[in-house]
T-cell receptor, first 114, second 114 residues
Framework: AQSVTQPDIHITVSEGASLELRCNYSYGATPYLFWYVQSPGQGLQLLLKYFSGDTLVQGIKGFEAEFKRSQSSFNLRKPSVHWSDAAEYFCAVGASYSNYQLIWGAGTKLIIKP | DAGVIQSPRHEVTEMGQEVTLRCKPISGHNSLFWYRQTMMRGLELLIY????????DSGMPEDRFSAKMPNASFSTLKIQPSEPRDSAVYFC????????????FGPGTRLTVL
């Protein structure tokens, strides 16, 4: 069965430091991959997505993610975090045979230290 | 574009009462998703509509939950009777076309059942 794992429930990073959030998936074919962000009290907003092509994907707010097929990973990165990046981040996988209904990771809460 | 609109934003009700949550998807989107988010269970897909037709309702917890989409611009999620364990944030999301396009989320309805 397909699954998405975000191994870190919480991550604390100092403002200005780099960030990497991990996402691993289990899926038999090339998946469609998404990262969403949820600020407190808000809905989810798409940061970036990967369908095919270049495995390094650029998103909004200075985020990027790299698809590594050999590692079944789609990790999210940002070179320098800002206090406004404090939020919860969700990785999701779309499966073609289910019309791309998304399978969601449990989320990683990012805490920014001043 | 106004985005996905949900109402009410907050709902407090007593156990046993009927609750109706409303969603207006983005104009032109033909897929609609209802999700529930709790601390314990994370983000769960309840039901998915395509062209106003329910495609997958396997996530609906029990018969107390029902969802309708009478037209392309409106959907409801009803809980009758409500129970305290239904307390959660309920999100509606919409998507255009087929395939792996992104889902756009509404701001959510925070439901508290006393």
């Amino acid at each position: 069965a397909q699954s998405v794992t975000q191994p870190d429930i919480h991550i604390t990073v100092s403002e200005g430091a780099s960030l990497e959030l991990r996402c691993n998936y289990s899926y038999g074919a090339t998946p469609y991959l998404f990262w969403y962000v949820q600020s407190p009290g808000q809905g989810l907003q798409l940061l970036l997505k990967y369908f095919s092509g270049d495995t390094l994907v650029q998103g909004i707010k200075g985020f990027e993610a790299e698809f590594k097929r050999s590692q079944s990973s789609f990790n999210l990165r940002k070179p320098s975090v800002h206090w406004s990046d404090a939020a919860e981040y969700f990785c999701a996988v779309g499966a073609s045979y289910s019309n791309y209904q998304l399978i969601w990771g449990a989320g990683t809460k990012l805490i920014i230290k001043p | 574009d106004a985005g996905v609109i949900q109402s009410p934003r907050h709902e407090v009700t007593e156990m046993g009462q009927e609750v109706t949550l409303r969603c207006k998807p983005i104009s032109g989107h033909n897929s609609l998703f209802w999700y529930r988010q709790t601390m314990m269970r994370g983000l769960e897909l309840l039901i998915y509509f395509n062209n106003n037709v329910p495609i997958d309702d396997s996530g609906m917890p029990e018969d107390r939950f029902s969802a309708k989409m009478p037209n392309a611009s409106f959907s409801t999620l009803k809980i009758q009777p409500s129970e305290p364990r239904d307390s959660a944030v309920y999100f509606c999301a919409s998507r255009s076309g087929q395939g792996g396009n992104e889902q756009f989320f509404g701001p959510g309805t925070r439901l508290t059942v006393l």
